[in-house]
């Protein structure tokens, strides 16, 4: 299988395209306080060996009780830090590098897209059409080419699977590929890890009871519990659950059903295939020709409720959690389209472009109000530069700051931190101080809403510097709905500094 993987000329065409869509323009659009922060842990992972939040300068605050000034940082896992910092050391202190091991991970995805839709089929038009869906959906592109852990939740997770289907298999060190991606995922994204580890426990617990080899599995599971627990116990903040109540569950289900059918997988397609088949029964019906063996496609909804239930439990909402249900709603959509196929190849072809590059059938109509062609914003941003407030300050700071100086600013204060030299005073405006510079970011901490005492002091020790960048709430995100593909030109505020004369 892994050699004719090789020799498919499409996916290796596919592999190409993907380079393009994810290492063109890499380092243009500057970190966001996300990003930022992960390659600030990683600068210092570098420096002191272990993701600390204090260099000896600046600290990075948190909402949480614990700093971690002197200590490893306790609310991600490490692994993200020790590869950004991987990449610092072989290419040097950048954005590109800051963001380029996540998109090869990323590229490593869609391989394993295709070879997970393989494993599950064997029927390779399905492969293609699967890492078709994923190459050119926006969340692959917006979300593989982030200095974060997105790029290596969808890698591990697609591994776990393809593992599995091969441990059932009985395949040679197929068991030490599960327990060795288990442990990566979990070092990666706990959260995502608990659910689906879970689900591959739940599925071959229930389709593959009569071949449960008990002191097998334990004996990885044991395994995979010795390289993760430790960290679990000494990462552990109940701060991060939040307050379980029924609303707050509600809102959730809410949102990551609404989401997921937004941008992964779309729900009018789903039924409107179902329905379409039904009606042409005898001639869609057996989809793939050959029969299939149904549990595995329990793959599919077993990882989407554990993930989405294990998700309640968490105090934030994200598109980014689901990522990794990515790959598996590609999968899923190729399937249907093979039904559409054998009913009729034209009609086919017109569904495939629809559901591939276009929003209609995320929007909940064939013939959506606001129609979205990703992939023309997708190839504007990678042929045109991008100006967003971190960058004009970080420019601005650079041509104009001197050694030693103090930066008193909120929101982008780790973008500080990794581009500048200067000491940043990342504390609540509330407490009145006069460094060197003040910046201050509408949408987090307005002038307005300063003291009138403090901004009479403002105004009389400070010069008002208004610089020639919009101030949107983030330099960017990935999130599809906030994400600026272009400049945004039109804000009707600008960056304000304020300069201590």
Same mark, same amino acid.
């Given at each position: 299988?892994r050699?004719k993987?090789?020799?498919?000329?499409?996916?290796?065409?596919f592999?190409?395209?993907?380079?393009v869509?994810?290492?063109?323009?890499?380092?243009?659009i500057?970190?966001?306080q996300?990003?930022a922060?992960?390659?600030? +842990?990683?600068?210092?992972?570098l420096?002191?060996?272990?993701?600390?939040?204090?260099?000896? $300068?600046? +600290?990075?605050?948190?909402?949480?009780s614990?700093?971690?000034?002197?200590?490893?940082?306790?609310?991600?896992?490490?692994?993200?830090?020790?590869?950004?910092?991987?990449?610092?050391? *072989?290419?040097g202190?950048s954005?590109?590098?800051?963001?380029l091991?996540f998109?090869?991970?990323?590229?490593? /995805?869609?391989?394993l897209?295709y070879?997970?839709a393989?494993r599950?089929?064997?029927n390779?038009?399905?492969?293609r059409?699967? $890492?078709?869906?994923?190459?050119?959906?926006?969340p692959f592109?917006?979300?593989?080419?982030q200095?974060?852990?997105y790029?290596?939740?969808?890698f591990? @997770?697609?591994?776990?699977l393809?593992?599995?289907l091969d441990m059932? &298999?009985k395949?040679?060190?197929s068991?030490?590929?599960?327990?060795?991606?288990s442990?990566?995922?979990f070092?990666?994204?706990?959260?995502i890890?608990?659910?689906v580890?879970?689900?591959?426990?739940?599925?071959?617990?229930?389709?593959h009871?009569?071949?449960?080899e008990?002191?097998?599995?334990?004996?990885?599971l /044991?395994i995979?519990?010795i +390289?993760?627990?430790?960290?679990f *116990?000494?990462?552990?903040?109940?701060?991060?659950?939040?307050?379980?109540? #029924?609303?707050?569950t509600k809102?959730?289900?809410?949102f990551?059903?609404?989401?997921? !059918?937004?941008?992964l997988?779309?729900?009018?397609?789903?039924f409107? =295939? +179902?329905?379409?088949?039904?009606? #042409?029964?005898? &001639?869609?019906f057996?989809?793939?020709?050959?029969a299939l063996?149904?549990s595995?496609?329990?793959? #599919?909804?077993?990882?989407?409720?554990?993930?989405?239930?294990?998700? *309640?439990?968490?105090e934030?909402?994200?598109?980014r959690?689901?990522?990794?249900?990515?790959?598996?709603s590609?999968?899923?959509? =190729?399937f249907?389209?093979?039904?559409?196929?054998?009913l !009729?190849?034209?009609?086919?072809g017109?569904?495939?472009?629809?559901a591939?590059f276009?929003? /209609?059938?995320? @929007?909940g109509?064939? #013939?959506a109000?606001? *129609?979205?062609?990703?992939?023309?914003?997708?190839?504007?941003e990678?042929?045109?530069?991008?100006?967003?407030?971190?960058?004009?300050i970080?420019?601005f700071? !650079? &041509?104009?700051?001197?050694?030693?100086?103090?930066v008193?600013?909120?929101?982008?204060?780790c973008?500080?931190m990794?581009?500048?030299?200067?000491?940043?005073?990342?504390?609540?405006?509330?407490?009145?101080?006069?460094?060197?510079?003040?910046?201050?970011?509408?949408?987090?901490?307005s002038?307005? =809403?300063?003291?009138?005492r403090?901004?009479r002091q403002?105004?009389?020790?400070?010069?008002?510097?208004?610089?020639?960048y919009?101030?949107?709430?983030?330099?960017?995100r990935?999130?599809?709905?906030?994400?600026?593909?272009k400049?945004v030109?039109?804000?009707?505020?600008?960056? $304000?500094?304020?300069?201590?004369?």
């Open positions: 299988m050699q993987a090789k020799k498919d000329i499409v996916l290796i065409i592999c190409l395209l993907a380079g869509i994810l290492f063109t323009n890499l380092g243009n500057y970190l966001w996300d990003e922060t992960t390659a600030v +842990l990683a600068k210092n992972t420096e002191f060996g272990i993701p600390r939040t204090f260099d000896g $300068t600046n +600290l990075i605050t948190t909402i949480y614990d700093p971690c000034k002197y200590s490893g940082w306790k609310y991600a896992p490490w692994f993200q830090f020790y590869l950004a910092a991987l990449s610092f050391y *072989l290419f202190v954005t590109f590098a800051a963001r091991p998109a090869v991970f990323g590229m490593g /995805s869609l391989i897209c070879l997970l393989q599950l089929f064997q390779r038009l399905l492969s059409l699967s $890492t078709a869906f994923m190459l050119f959906s926006a592109f917006l979300y593989m080419r200095c974060r852990w790029g290596l939740s969808v591990f @997770t697609l591994w776990i393809i593992s599995y059932i &298999k395949k040679r060190f068991a030490w590929g599960f327990v060795l991606a442990s990566l995922l070092h990666s994204n706990y959260a890890f608990f659910p580890l879970g689900a591959m426990c739940f599925h071959y617990l229930v389709f009871k009569k071949d449960i008990l002191k097998r599995i334990l004996g990885y /044991s995979i519990a +390289l993760t627990v430790p960290f *116990l000494y990462s552990v903040n109940m701060e991060c659950s939040g307050q379980m109540t #029924f609303l707050r809102g959730h289900l809410e990551y059903v609404r989401v997921l !059918n937004k941008y997988f779309p729900l009018v397609f789903l409107l =295939s +179902l329905a379409v088949f039904s009606f #042409f029964k005898k &001639k869609v057996p989809v793939l020709d050959k063996d149904r595995r496609l329990w793959f #599919f909804p077993l990882v989407f409720i554990f993930t989405i239930c294990f998700l *309640l439990l968490a934030e909402r994200q598109l959690y689901l990522i990794h249900l990515l790959p598996l590609c999968i899923l959509m =190729s249907l389209m093979i039904g559409w196929l054998k !009729n190849i034209i009609v086919a017109l569904v495939f472009v629809v591939c276009t929003n /209609s059938f995320h @929007t109509s064939p #013939f109000k606001k *129609l979205w062609i990703p992939i023309v914003d997708i190839a504007y990678l042929t045109h530069d991008y100006d967003g407030p971190v960058e004009g970080i420019k700071l !650079n &041509k104009n700051a001197r050694p030693g100086d103090t008193k600013l909120i929101m982008g204060d973008a500080v990794f581009y500048t030299d200067f000491k940043v005073d990342n504390e609540d405006f509330t407490q009145e101080s006069f460094p060197e510079w003040i910046i201050v970011r509408n949408d987090w901490v002038f307005k =809403s300063l003291s009138a403090y901004r403002i105004e009389s020790q400070y010069q008002r510097i208004e610089l020639n919009p101030d949107i709430m983030w330099e960017n990935p999130d599809p709905g906030y994400h600026k593909f400049t030109t039109d804000w009707p505020t600008k960056v $304000t500094v304020y300069k201590k004369r």
